[in-house]
């Protein structure tokens, strides 16, 4: 199924008083649509199925304000989420890289998508390649040099 959303929302209908907006529309093994009806005071959402009942409720206009404001809050949180959660990462890539020229016999190389590898990542290997550690996860690349590291040093855990 495949949900198509309008640059803006599509004004259905428009009156004095009465605004219909379609969100939504998906087309699929049944066509689904999602309405929003704007009215004074208040807010009517519903979602209608080509194969079942429609489905819908209403909101006052605190709650439709309300609603907005939580979902706005919560995207930027989302979006904070990931800048840190993007920072953590390069941070630990940037560890690895550090970790693994302390050591002569470690190498880490970019590797991109192989017949056996799904994702993009690195390798990490000793000089003399008897040992390659792919790593698919940057939170798991300073775990891989830790362990060659360990190797190098003769015990590995």
């Not at 379609?22 to 649509?33: H, I, P």
């Amino acid at each position: 199924m495949t949900t198509d959303l309008p640059p803006s929302p599509l004004i259905l209908s428009n009156t004095d008083k009465d605004r219909t907006v379609q969100l939504s529309a998906s087309y699929g093994e049944a066509t689904v649509f999602a309405l929003a009806r704007f009215r004074p005071g208040r807010v009517d959402l519903q979602r209608i199925h080509s194969d079942r009942h429609p489905l819908g409720f209403e909101l006052s206009e605190a709650e439709m304000d309300a609603l907005v404001a939580t979902w706005e809050a919560y995207k930027a949180d989302r979006e904070l989420q990931a800048v840190a959660c993007l920072k953590r990462q390069e941070q630990v890539i940037a560890s690895a890289f550090e970790l693994a020229k302390l050591y002569e016999g470690i190498e880490i190389t970019t590797h991109l998508k192989a017949l056996f590898v799904c994702l993009e990542g690195w390798k990490v290997c000793l000089a003399d390649r008897q040992r390659i550690v792919p790593v698919e996860e940057p939170g798991k690349l300073l775990e891989a040099v830790q362990y060659m590291a360990s190797f190098l040093q003769g015990h590995v855990f």
